[in-house]
């Protein structure tokens, strides 16, 4: 079992950017995929961006040129830079890790979720 904890969300102005955190503990030898993932009100949870093994990297077309993905010299840690935000991408966002080693699914530990919110 793998818990995770996510930290650094918070308010921030339209153009602003945050960097989310997210440290793992518990069974972290079995990672493998390390991401982060977001859901708006009414919305699915969808992929921000995604890390594998290899250090091969997926990102939303959203994402693309505004967010970073990546981890810490251990295994236990995942980061996500984010710049330039807009109201749009207001939402919460959930750490996620899996033993897989693809990034076509989410993995099946998620953290609590921490939320993110852009003003106008």
């Known amino acids: 079992q793998v818990q995770l904890v996510e930290s650094g969300g918070g308010l921030v102005q339209v153009g602003g950017s945050l960097t989310l955190s997210c440290v793992a503990s518990?069974?972290?030898?079995?990672?493998?995929?390390m991401g982060w993932y977001r859901q708006a009100p009414g919305n699915q949870r969808i992929l921000v961006a995604g890390?594998?093994?290899?250090?091969?990297?997926k990102y939303a077309d959203f994402a693309k040129g505004r967010m970073t993905i990546s981890t810490g010299d251990t295994k236990n840690m995942v980061f996500l830079d984010m710049k330039d935000l807009t109201p749009e991408d207001t939402s919460v966002y959930y750490c996620n890790v899996g033993d897989q080693r693809g990034l076509a699914l989410p993995g099946r530990n998620w953290g609590q979720g921490i939320q993110v919110n852009v003003s106008s």
């Open positions: 518990g069974d972290i030898d079995k990672i493998n995929v």
């Open positions: 890390i594998n093994p290899g250090g091969i990297l």
